[in-house]
Structures are given as C-alpha cells and as structure tokens.
C-alpha cells in the first residue's frame, strides 16, 4: 500500500526521486562516483550557507543520522574529556545515550518535555560540569520544539567547549547558516525534509571539529571523523554507498536548489506548519505543546484533551491508516510518561520535505472529524 507519510520521517518522495532509484549504479571509486558526490557535496554545501571558501568540511557517512551523531561523538571527546548532553526530549537522550554507550564521561541537562532549553539553566550547567564537548537537539522531533542553538552555540564557546548540534529533522525544509550558527559539527540525515529515503548521515564539520578529531584515540573505524573526511576530500565515501541512494541524492539536492529554490522551499514548511497549527487551534480542547516562538518549521506536537488518551490515539492511527494515511500517535515514552504524571498524551503531525500545501489540507480534511469524534466520547 502507499500509504501517505504524515509521521516525522521517513516522508514523501517525489516520483523523480522514485524513478532516479533505478538508475544504474556506479564504482564508488571510479570517476562517476567523484561525478555523483561532486555535486552532492556542494549542494549540501549551499544548503547549509557555506560561502565556497568556507572552512567548514562535509562528510556523507553510510548509515543514518545516528551514525553521524555517534560518529561525532567517538571523534570529538576523547579520555579526558567531559561531555555535556542537553536534552529537551527522546533525540537529545538518544545523543546521551550514545555518548554513554561509548564510554564516554557524560552529564545531563534535562528540560521537561514540551520545553526549549533556555540559556541561564545552560549557563549554570556549563560552569558547573565544565564540559569539553557539549550536545545539542536543534529540532526537537518527539516533541516539535525548535531551540535557539545559534544562542546556546555561543555560550558554549565562550566556556571554551565545543558544540555537537543534531539537525536530523529540520536539515532542508529551513534556512540554516552555519557560518553564523558556528556549531562545530552539524550533523543531519537524508529521509526527512529533504525528502529523500533514509541512508545516509551527513556531517558538516567546522575547523576546531576537525582538528580535534585528529587528536581523539579510540575512534573505531566507521565512526572516526577523521577518516570520513580524509575520503570526503576525494569527494568519495568511506565505506561503500548506496549507489541507488547516491542517485537520488544527486538529482533531489539540484531539484531542492536549481528548480524549487530554498527560499520557495522554506516558505512552503512555514506555510505547512501555519496550516497545522491554524487546524489544531480551530479544534476544541487540542492545544499546540511547544512554546510559541519555538514551534518547529517541520514537525508539529499536539496534546489532546480527555477523554483521549494513548490508546484512543493509537485506534485513532488506524483509523487513518485505513483512510490511507500515516500519522505518530505521540512518542511512545513520552506519553506513557505524562500519563503517569496525570497529563494529557500528544500525538505528531510530520509536515516537511516534498509534502505540498494540497496534501496537507487533503490529510487534515480527513484528520478533523476522526479526532473530533473521538474527543467527543
Ligand atoms: N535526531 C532527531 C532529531 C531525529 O528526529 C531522529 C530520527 N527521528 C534521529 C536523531 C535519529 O536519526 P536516524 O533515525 O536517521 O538514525
């Protein structure tokens, strides 16, 4: 069935990009490969707001987004070093986790659910643990909540750390200047805004990022920064690529940049994201659970109100599966969590990458009376 992917990624994909997985493949180390990852690389390049001279390096790892987080954190702490995670939810305790998993000596910041981290509480935790390296969720996805990274990104630097930003789920469907930003490593995946199938991670890494590296031991082999970013500079990846993917990619990154033009792109998330909201606030008792000035561009999280709850939330997936939809029935621990704090669960509206104005409104004329009935008892 093709179902229609309203959930936070893997999302909608254009039949161009369909059509250019059955392109023929490549040898990775021949010169169509240099051909393919030439232009990969200095699209995602513009993508993120790199001039052509700029000092940062781009690494396209095998795997997903995950691997790029866990590459950067084996790469960038080494014995000595302490980290600081902060957390706003499920993917800024998925980077702890990996850092923990590692080996490596690490303490949390932990927001409450539904909240962005705000720069006091930081600042304290900064002075406190006197990190080295410091982990960072630019968009939220379990929650929908956006932070101010280029903020907090500063005043890790003024402590002398450096900064790890996860940009997994909004990396393509918004403006990014990492120029300006200056996170030490970005690091993003292929299956969300910029709408293509899952596969690779992707990493931008600044001059204090690559440098480190170069010092860390113990960085096993898939996950050494340095080693990606050695091949990267043949325009080549370190372990074999999917070539399917690597077409794909190829032909998504020109269309993003060449035909749709960023600008048009970014607009459209706002204007999807301004469509959602505008259908939660029309629905009695459903309330938008990120604070406002930190909604994301590209995910939107609903809390309900009684008499749903998880279990309604997840009938009320089927009942849309059957309708030909796919939509998140909340982040699982998330809500089994509020539940047992006495709160209401939240459910997740995914709106980025190719999905068009048209789709969404088809998705929420569908969505309105299925939630309407069921809150109503
Ligand atoms: N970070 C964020 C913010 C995410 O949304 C996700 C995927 N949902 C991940 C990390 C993990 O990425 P992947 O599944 O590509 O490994």
Redesign the pocket.
């Given at each position: 069935t093709d179902l229609k992917l309203f959930i936070?990624?893997p999302t909608y994909i254009r039949p161009e990009v369909r059509q250019a997985g059955c392109l023929p493949e490549f040898g990775h180390r021949d010169s169509e490969a240099v051909k393919r990852f030439g232009s990969i690389f200095t699209n995602l390049a513009t993508l993120a707001g790199l001039p052509e001279d700029s000092d940062y390096k781009v690494a396209v790892i095998n795997g997903?987004?995950?691997?790029a987080?866990e590459t950067a954190v084996r790469s960038l702490a080494g014995p000595d070093d302490t980290v600081l995670s902060v957390s706003i939810g499920a993917?800024g305790d998925?980077f702890h986790k990996l850092a923990v998993l590692n080996g490596k000596r690490t303490e949390a910041l932990h927001y409450e659910p539904g909240q962005a981290m705000d720069l006091a509480s930081l600042e304290r935790a900064l002075d406190e643990v006197k990190p080295s390296l410091v982990l960072l969720?630019h968009?939220?996805?379990s929650t929908g909540v956006t932070n101010d990274v280029a903020a907090a990104v500063a005043l890790v630097h003024s402590r002398g750390a450096l900064a790890a930003v996860?940009g997994?789920?909004i990396f393509g469907g918004a403006p990014l200047d990492l120029p300006t930003m200056q996170p030490d490593i970005y690091l993003t995946?292929t299956?969300?805004s910029l709408g293509l199938p899952?596969g690779f991670?992707l990493a931008f890494a600044g001059p204090k990022a690559v440098a480190k590296a170069e010092t860390v031991p113990n960085k096993g082999w898939i996950t050494d920064l340095t080693a990606h970013l050695g091949r990267a500079a043949k325009l080549q990846t370190l372990t074999t690529p999917n070539t399917s993917l690597a077409n794909q990619m190829a032909v998504q990154l020109d269309y993003i940049i060449n035909e749709e033009g960023m600008e048009k792109r970014f607009a459209r998330h706002i204007a999807m994201r301004d469509r959602v909201h505008e259908f939660v606030n029309n629905l009695d008792g459903f309330e938008l659970f990120a604070p406002e000035g930190y909604r994301s561009p590209t995910v939107t999280c609903v809390q309900v109100p009684e008499p749903l709850k998880t279990v309604q939330l997840k009938a009320i997936k089927e009942t849309m599966r059957d309708k030909g939809y796919l939509f998140d029935p909340g982040y699982g621990k998330l809500n089994t969590a509020m539940e047992g704090a006495g709160k209401q669960p939240v459910f997740r509206i995914g709106h980025m990458g190719d999905t068009s104005m048209a789709m969404v409104d088809a998705f929420l004329a569908t969505l309105g009376p299925v939630l309407k009935e069921a809150s109503a008892g």
């Open positions: 936070t990624g997903s987004g995950t691997c987080m993917f998925l969720t968009n939220e996805t996860d997994v789920s995946a299956q969300k899952a991670g």
